[in-house]
Nanobody
Framework: QVQLVESGGGLVQPGGSLTLSCAPSGSILIIYDMAWYRQAPGKQRELVATITAIGNTNYADSVRGRFTISRDNAKNTMYLQMNGLKPEDTGVYYC?????????????WGQGTQVTVSS
């Protein structure tokens, strides 16, 4: 089974920065697409950013220009650099990964990491 561990969340003031990491583990052969989602209090989960195996990226309009998604394929790790954070960025951020293991294809979610933007 593939497990995803997110890290890097915390409390930051408006205008500050955070970098989130997503580290998959397991019998992974290859990771195809990776994505970050977030869920604000009282809101539905929304897609924040995606990145393909070859590095093509896409962003939600609300974060474009402020957030950068990236991946280190040698480490099977994905990152989300968040700059110019706003209170509306507050929420639980989740990593989503799909790919293949030695046993077959997979799609996994992490447990989430809390990001709080407040003064």
């Amino acid at each position: 089974q593939v497990q995803l561990v997110e890290s890097g969340g915390g409390l930051v003031q408006p205008g500050g920065s955070l970098t989130l990491s997503c580290a998959p583990s397991g019998s992974i052969l290859i990771i195809y697409d990776m994505a970050w989602y977030r869920q604000a209090p009282g809101k539905q989960r929304e897609l924040v950013a995606t990145i393909t195996a070859i590095g093509n990226t896409n962003y939600a309009d609300s974060v474009r220009g402020r957030f950068t998604i990236s991946r280190d394929n040698a480490k099977n790790t994905m990152y989300l650099q968040m700059n110019g954070l706003k209170p509306e960025d507050t929420g639980v951020y989740y990593c989503n990964v799909d790919g293949e293991t030695t046993y077959g294809s997979f799609g996994s979610w992490g447990q989430g990491t809390q990001v709080t933007v407040s003064s």
